[in-house]
């Protein structure tokens, strides 16, 4: 059993930063993929960014690539989220995701194990 909390989120004007992180619980955090994801209101959950269990591979949107940076500390059990360059088209609810990565492992699917439960994210136009 993993636990997610997530911590950061807050009202942000465009064009500024936010970064989100994520603690997990447990001894075997390096065991697992994590993941960002994020909803609007109204809107399905959406994969924003993912690392992999040795933080060696990172993936992203196509919306956040170049903007967003996704980096895990395993001996501290956290995973963050580096926000840049925000818009208003970023405002969700943020959240933290955990997966024991099997051979069909799709880091942009929302099939993750466990989740936190959300961080609200506001961009100001």
């Known amino acids: 059993q993993v636990q997610l909390v997530e911590s950061g989120g807050g009202l942000v004007q465009a064009g500024g930063s936010l970064r989100l992180s994520c603690a997990a619980s447990?001894?075997?955090?390096?065991?697992?993929?994590m993941g960002w994801f994020r909803q609007a209101p109204g809107k399905e959950r959406k994969f924003v960014a993912a690392?992999?269990?040795?933080?060696?591979?990172?993936y992203y949107a196509d919306s956040v690539k170049g903007r967003f940076t996704i980096s895990r500390d395993n001996a501290k059990n956290t995973v963050s989220l580096q926000m840049n360059s925000l818009k208003p088209e970023d405002t969700a609810v943020y959240y933290c995701?955990?997966?024991?990565?099997?051979?069909?492992?799709?880091?942009?699917?929302?099939?993750?194990?466990?989740w936190g439960q959300g961080t609200q994210v506001t961009v100001s136009s």
């Open positions: 995701a955990a997966e024991r990565p099997l051979n069909d492992y799709d880091p942009t699917s929302t099939d993750y194990d466990y």
């Open positions: 447990g001894r075997t955090f390096s065991s697992y993929a």
């Open positions: 690392i992999s269990r040795s933080g060696g591979s990172t």
